[in-house]
């Protein structure tokens, strides 16, 4: 039986998606990835499913990537952190192939326990890449969700409008009624 993804925020980067297996809920810290029914819910909800097995191994090695990427994210450019994102890449390689479609790419594991941890770490990488600016914690002060701002001018400020901006536009509001 696969377990539902819980989840208030979903199909965001497998990188970010990682980190937000953590959430709040009322100012209680929720985590998907307790055991391994949370990982097959998330593997399923990256499309991982069936590439990898969702069993203990992989939990434990899926947290260890989640915790690395959790430190790079918060502390950018320290030493230690990216040291910790590198040792997880290091579980893994790309292969260049060649298709009958043409040229491609093949990830490759001496441990496959290490393929979904490992997949979100390279996630990491392409967003650094392609705009490392867009990589967002949400400006709610209780969320510790993250997002890639794919918005046009590149503002956004919340994971998603309709929660953590409602409440933090509710705040404003009320703090302004509160003092007339």
């Known amino acids: 039986m696969t377990a539902t993804d819980p989840r208030p925020l979903t199909g965001e980067p497998v990188s970010l998606d990682l980190l937000n297996t ?13 055991d391994v029914d949370g990982l097959t819910a998330w593997l399923t909800a990256n499309g991982l499913e069936g590439r990898f097995a969702a069993d203990a191994g992989t939990l ?3 947290l260890t990537a989640r915790d690395a990427l959790r430190a790079l994210v918060d502390s950018p450019g ?5 040291a910790r994102v590198d040792a997880v890449l ?8 060649l298709t009958t479609e043409g040229p491609g790419e093949e990830a490759e594991f001496a441990d496959p ?11 990491y990488l392409d967003l650094l890449r392609t705009a490392p600016d867009r990589i967002r914690a949400c400006a709610h002060e209780a969320c ?4 890639f701002d794919t918005s046009r001018n590149g503002t956004r400020r ?23």
């Open 60 to 62: 434990r090695h899926t």
């Open 78 to 82: 320290d030493p230690a952190a990216t």
């Open 22 to 34: 953590r959430w709040n809920v009322e100012g209680v810290r929720q985590d998907l990835l307790t």
């Open 144 to 147: 510790i969700l993250h997002f």
């Open 158 to 180: 919340w994971c998603s409008m309709a929660v953590c901006g409602n409440r933090a536009k509710a705040s404003r509001h009320y703090a302004r009624t509160k003092e007339s």
């Open 113 to 123: 326990s290490w393929g979904p941890g490992w997949t979100a770490a390279r996630d």
């Open 90 to 97: 290091g579980h893994g390689r790309i292969r260049a192939t």
